[in-house]
């Protein structure tokens, strides 16, 4: 028997989703490299989020990698704010009076926002169904008929501690016991014989909380843990005890948001702190790059703690005559050329585009020897199917091109043109070498670099007066750039360059250079100001001194370029 038409359609709208659905995503406590895959790919096709806190708009946009909106001059009444790409960004945590919502009232915004028929994500902190309002939103969507779905984030119970290097339970501490300290008062002395206890909300009542814990029997010497906005470079951890704590939060002045461990897996932190001890660790660093190239520098420097702040200063913008790279695509084309030598990304993309133009790939480069000038401009012609004939074997740079390109030879070589595409301001060091090796150079402008507009003014401040810890110069030209359009760091800012030719334009600005890469690789500069970081935390403790950045010290006068 088989089934009819009817009940097949029948069949299948019962189980597709209904029109009207919310997305419970637990976004961490803070760290938006904890958040699920499910919860990105469910970010990145929602056309509404519902956020619980005022960070959350910012944490989406840089995991999807959105802009920020651009707030227009309100002193300019001929523009309006320039809205952002991306979902809309709904406020389901406080009201218009800044208070924060009730249960209620949070429900109500999801569900009025679900009742548009979009995709809505619901967005909370750490996780929906833990110590949070996601079962009382849940249970308005079942009541009003729209469907929804949990997807669970990681807790700051657990997650804060252990960031802090606490853990909550081992081999001989087994029992766990977790207490929201909002709202009702609490019987703590039902709590006095817990081995491990975590606190949530417990920074204004920690004194009190201290004092019921130790009169209902727990000693006094009990080690306690307090580690505010955790999983964050801004993470910091206050370690006491029972006795002292609420005076040592006093002084410290400890403030919410916060999570309280009291029991002896506190003492653990002396020897498993991994998160606060990085050798960038809160530091404050500026990437003056172009917005194109900071991803990775950034990303490596916020491996070792550090909280980067990309501020472009070069714009790359195509030749004004395009002309000159028109001819010289269609003579590679028509073989022109033995070589074609690549000296940065940004010249990889300029061509690339430029075939693209003309309907070309990467078959056109048939019988073509390709030069790279580094091991990040080879991986760039790699993702184009170009595999590169020479790289430099030792210094990544032109000057190390040169020492490895061999010289023209009549016999071997039959033509002895070589394609240079690169940027409008680019040295003659790599054109006067070929030159010198018997090769003929047709150096074409492929892009230009333009000074990027000034910074924001609260940036050009931070600048100014220290507080950016260390800031990395990846080329001479950001140095220029970076000083035209902002000025000189301050004296305590740490000055990390990519090489030499960085650093003398770094000292001719007046600049003293603190930290150099052994070889020029962003990478690798990233590396060498996490070293210097290392090392000079680890004098301070040797030293028996608190540990502090480089923007917590002012030394007495102004810094100088070194002399030679």
């Known amino acids: 028997m088989t089934k009819s038409a009817s009940s097949t359609t029948s069949a299948a709208t019962s189980t597709r989703r209904p029109t009207r659905w919310v997305s419970f995503v637990g976004a961490g ?28 708009e910012a944490l989406v946009r840089g995991v999807l990698g959105l802009p920020a909106p651009v ?56 996780d929906p169904f833990l110590y949070a309002s996601g079962p009382e939103e849940a249970q308005a969507c079942a009541k009003a008929g729209i469907g929804f779905e949990v997807v669970p984030g990681v807790s700051s119970v657990n997650a804060v501690p252990a ?25 703590w002395s039902q709590y006095a014989d817990r081995p491990t206890l975590v606190l949530l909300s417990a920074v204004g009542s920690i004194g009190e909380i201290a004092r019921e814990l130790v009169a209902a029997g727990r000693s006094a010497d ?70 194109e190239q900071a991803g990775s520098l950034s990303a490596r420097l916020r491996g070792y703690g550090a909280d980067p702040e990309e501020v472009p200063t070069i714009s790359v913008e ?28 940004n010249a990889v993309r300029a061509v690339r585009e430029k075939f693209e133009e003309y309907g070309l790939d990467a ?43 061999p010289p023209f030879d009549e016999v071997l070589d039959p033509i002895n043109r070589v394609f240079l595409p690169r940027a409008d301001i680019a040295t003659e060091t790599l054109v006067a070498g070929l030159v010198e090796l018997g090769w003929e150079v047709d150096d074409v402008t492929a892009y230009r670099t333009v000074r990027a507009a000034p910074p924001p003014a609260p940036t050009r401040e931070a600048i100014k007066s220290g507080k950016f810890d260390a800031v990395v110069f990846t080329s001479s030209s950001t140095v220029r750039n970076l000083v035209g359009i902002a000025g000189k760091p301050h004296v ?73």
């Not at 001819?327 to 022109?336: D, H, M, Q, T, Y």
């Not at 020479?390 to 020492?403: D, F, I, T, Y």
């Not at 770094?506 to 990233?526: F, I, N, Q, T």
């Open 363 to 405: 078959r056109a480069f048939s019988g073509l020897k390709i030069a790279a000038v580094g091991e990040k401009t080879a991986a760039s012609l790699l993702e184009w199917g170009l595999r590169s004939d020479l790289v430099p074997s030792g210094e990544q740079s032109a000057r190390g091109l040169l020492e490895d390109w």
């Open 318 to 345: 195509p030749p004004r005559n395009p002309q000159q790279m028109d001819k010289a695509v269609r003579g590679l084309v028509e073989g022109r050329y033995e070589w074609i030598a690549f000296t940065s990304v």
């Open 222 to 291: 009990t080690p306690v843990s307090m580690t505010r906005t955790g999983t964050t470079t801004s993470q910091s951890t206050l370690v006491s005890t029972l006795a002292n704590v609420a005076a040592d939060a006093r002084a410290a002045r400890m403030e919410a948001p916060a999570v309280t461990v009291v029991g002896p897996v506190v003492d653990l932190r002396d020897e498993l702190s991994w998160f606060e001890t990085r050798p960038l660790f809160g530091w404050r660093v500026l990437v003056p790059r172009t917005k």
């Open 71 to 126: 707030v227009a001059d309100p002193e300019d009444e001929a523009t309006d704010d320039v809205p952002a790409p991306g979902p809309t960004f709904v406020d389901g945590g406080f009201g218009e009076d800044g208070q924060p919502l009730t249960h209620a009232a949070r429900a109500k915004v999801v569900t009025r926002q679900a009742r548009t028929g979009k995709r809505v994500v619901r967005l909370m902190a750490g």
């Open 492 to 564: 305590s800012t740490i000055i990390a360059v990519i090489g030499p030719a960085t650093a003398k334009t770094a000292e001719e600005h007046g600049l003293r250079v603190d930290v150099m890469a052994p070889h020029p690789s962003a990478e690798e500069l990233a590396d060498a100001l996490a070293d210097f970081g290392a090392s000079r935390r680890a004098a301070m403790v040797d030293a028996g001194q608190p540990v502090t950045r480089p923007s917590e010290r002012r030394p007495a006068g102004r810094r100088r370029a070194s002399s030679k």
């Open 163 to 187: 960031y802090a290097g606490i853990p909550l339970t081992t081999k001989n501490h087994r029992e766990l016991t977790v207490v929201s300290c909002s709202g009702a008062s609490i019987d």
């Open 29 to 56: 406590p803070g760290d938006p490299d904890l958040l699920t895959l499910r919860a990105v790919e469910l970010l990145r096709q929602a056309e509404i989020v519902v956020t619980e806190l005022p960070e959350h």
